[in-house]
């Protein structure tokens, strides 16, 4: 079992930026992935972005646009997105997943953290 806990949520205005961190601890393997996820009021949750421990292969939704990277510190067990250029409709709360590499499902999940962009 994976724990994540996030940080770095919080309050900016429309064209800002914000970097969320994930620590994560436990039963890491090398060939697990991490992803960011958000849930916006009323929406269902979407995939954000995704990155390998081991090689830092990265995946983007679409809406990202280059906006958004998501990066990692192996030795810290530390994976960020990092977040420019902010919309109102990004407004949502950004959850840190993991999951094995050979499994398709993301099994562990944070808590989340609040991300406002005002407008």
């Known amino acids: 079992q994976v724990q994540l806990v996030e940080s770095g949520g919080g309050l900016v205005q429309t064209g800002g930026s914000l970097r969320l961190s994930c620590a994560a601890s436990?039963?890491?393997?090398?060939?697990?992935?991490m992803g960011w996820f958000r849930q916006a009021p009323g929406k269902e949750r979407e995939f954000v972005a995704a990155?390998?421990?081991?090689?830092?292969?990265?995946n983007y939704a679409g809406f990202v646009k280059g906006r958004f990277t998501i990066s990692r510190d192996n030795a810290k067990n530390t994976v960020y997105l990092q977040m420019n250029r902010l919309k109102p409709e990004d407004t949502a709360v950004y959850y840190c997943?993991?999951?094995?590499?050979?499994?398709?499902?993301?099994?562990?999940w944070g808590q989340g953290t609040q991300v406002t962009v005002s407008s």
């Open positions: 436990g039963r890491i393997f090398s060939s697990d992935v």
């Open positions: 990155i390998t421990w081991n090689y830092g292969i990265t």
């Open positions: 997943a993991a999951r094995p590499g050979s499994q398709r499902d993301f099994a562990s």
